[in-house]
Nanobody
Framework: QVKLVESGGGLVQAGGSLRLSCAAS????????MGWFRQAPGKEREFVAA????????YYADSVKGRFTISRDNAKNTVHLQMNSLKPEDTAVYYC????????????????????WGQGTQVTVSS
């Protein structure tokens, strides 16, 4: 069973930066396409960023493009989300997710492709 654990969340002022990490166990991150999603109170879970298994493709939501960067370190079995120029509207619980589809290089904004999820890490951006 794949287990994903996020870390790196916290409280930051607008304009600041945070780096989220997602560590995997019970599976090998290098074989998964990975994604980050977020959910703010009272809102639906929304896509943030995705990276293919080889890191050959990345994909970002328009709301974070140019500010967030997704990356992966397959040797360390981790995926990161570097978040710069944070805004109060970025406040949410951030989740990483794994798409284990074999032999498929994919970036997707659909939760349909991600059967494995972490427990989430809270990011709060103050104005």
């Amino acid at each position: 069973q794949v287990k994903l654990v996020e870390s790196g969340g916290g409280l930051v002022q607008a304009g600041g930066s945070l780096r989220l990490s997602c560590a995997a166990s019970g599976g090998t991150v290098s074989t998964y396409n990975m994604g980050w999603f977020r959910q703010a109170p009272g809102k639906e879970r929304e896509f943030v960023a995705a990276i293919s298994r080889s890191a050959g493709m990345t994909y970002y939501a328009d709301s974070v493009k140019g500010r967030f960067t997704i990356s992966r370190d397959n040797a360390k079995n981790t995926v990161h989300l570097q978040m710069n120029s944070l805004k109060p509207e970025d406040t949410a619980v951030y989740y990483c997710a794994a798409d284990p589809s074999p032999l498929t290089e994919r970036v997707s904004d659909s939760t349909h492709y991600y059967p494995y999820w972490g427990q989430g890490t809270q990011v709060t951006v103050s104005s």
